[in-house]
């Protein structure tokens, strides 16, 4: 009986020590830095609130104040980046987003943003579309490209 209460008192420390394990882990894998909303040179300056970015991401505001329509690009909903960006900057949950997304691709009244498969395709893309919008977590050193200020 000895010996079996204390085969358990191991097998719960090392199940504890697991957990340990896997928090820390889980908690450092997803850090990322804060993002940035970055815009192509040709998008007109004026005030953008953080309405207009969420209504731009969700596909509902769908051109500039200059009537030029809007190219979305957004990164995968596995990416880490891509998961601070909508809690952080649209303030949802990734799943909310993609619902949305998927919603009106499905339904016919509009699509989903174009994904790319990383922040680098995102420069590329970002400095060479006119009237795009993004996001990175980095300010990139790029002519083409300007961070997005919010009022």
Request: aromatic fraction near 8%.
């Amino acid at each position: 009986m000895g010996l079996q209460i204390a085969k358990l008192r191991h097998v719960k420390r090392a199940f504890s020590n697991t957990l340990v394990i896997f928090f820390i882990v889980a908690a450092f894998s997803s850090v990322v830095t804060a993002t940035e909303v970055v815009v192509n040179k040709s998008v007109p300056s004026a005030k953008y609130s953080v309405g207009d970015i969420r209504a731009i991401f969700i596909m509902q505001k769908r051109v500039w104040p200059d009537n030029r329509q809007i190219k979305v690009y957004a990164l995968p909903d596995s990416d880490p980046l891509h998961k601070e960006f909508v809690k952080s900057n649209l303030h949802m949950l990734p799943h909310q987003i993609r619902r949305i997304w998927d919603r009106m691709t499905y339904s016919g009244t509009g699509s989903a943003p174009i994904e790319l498969d990383s922040e680098q395709e995102m420069i590329d893309k970002i400095a060479n579309t006119p009237d795009s919008i993004g996001y990175l977590s980095i300010t990139p050193n790029n002519e083409n490209i300007r961070v997005f200020t919010l009022h």
